[in-house]
Nanobody, 125 residues
Framework: QVQLVESGGGLVQPGGSLRLSCAAS????????IGWFRQAPGKEREGVSC????????YYADSVKGRFTISRVNAKNTVYLQMNSLKPEDTAVYYC??????????????????WGQGTQVTVSS
């Protein structure tokens, strides 16, 4: 059974950092495109970052480029999202998701088949 479990969310002050983890079970994570998405109250789910399955290419939304870094540790079957210089507008529930095909634009949630339960990130003073 495919399962994704996010962790690492919490409350942080503006300018602070958090590292989110996405641990996979039931499948080998590096064979899948893995995306991080977020959803703030009253807003649509948006793509934050993605790491591809073949060559490990990484992609970022313009709003987080230069502040967030996605990485993958195959030995742990885990993908990470390092978030630095956090802003109040980064506040949202963050989800990781897996896509086996790797086709299409990475930021479309509909392309992803399996999702974690989400972890809350709150940036506030």
């Amino acid at each position: 059974q495919v399962q994704l479990v996010e962790s690492g969310g919490g409350l942080v002050q503006p300018g602070g950092s958090l590292r989110l983890s996405c641990a996979a079970s039931g499948f080998t994570l590096d064979y899948y495109r893995i995306g991080w998405f977020r959803q703030a109250p009253g807003k649509e789910r948006e793509g934050v970052s993605c790491i591809s399955s073949n060559d490990g290419s990484t992609y970022y939304a313009d709003s987080v480029k230069g502040r967030f870094t996605i990485s993958r540790v195959n030995a742990k079957n885990t993908v990470y999202l390092q978030m630095n210089s956090l802003k109040p507008e980064d506040t949202a529930v963050y989800y990781c998701a897996a896509d086996q095909t790797g086709y299409g634009s990475w930021y479309h949630p509909s392309l992803y088949d399996d999702w974690g339960q989400g972890t809350q990130v709150t940036v506030s003073s």
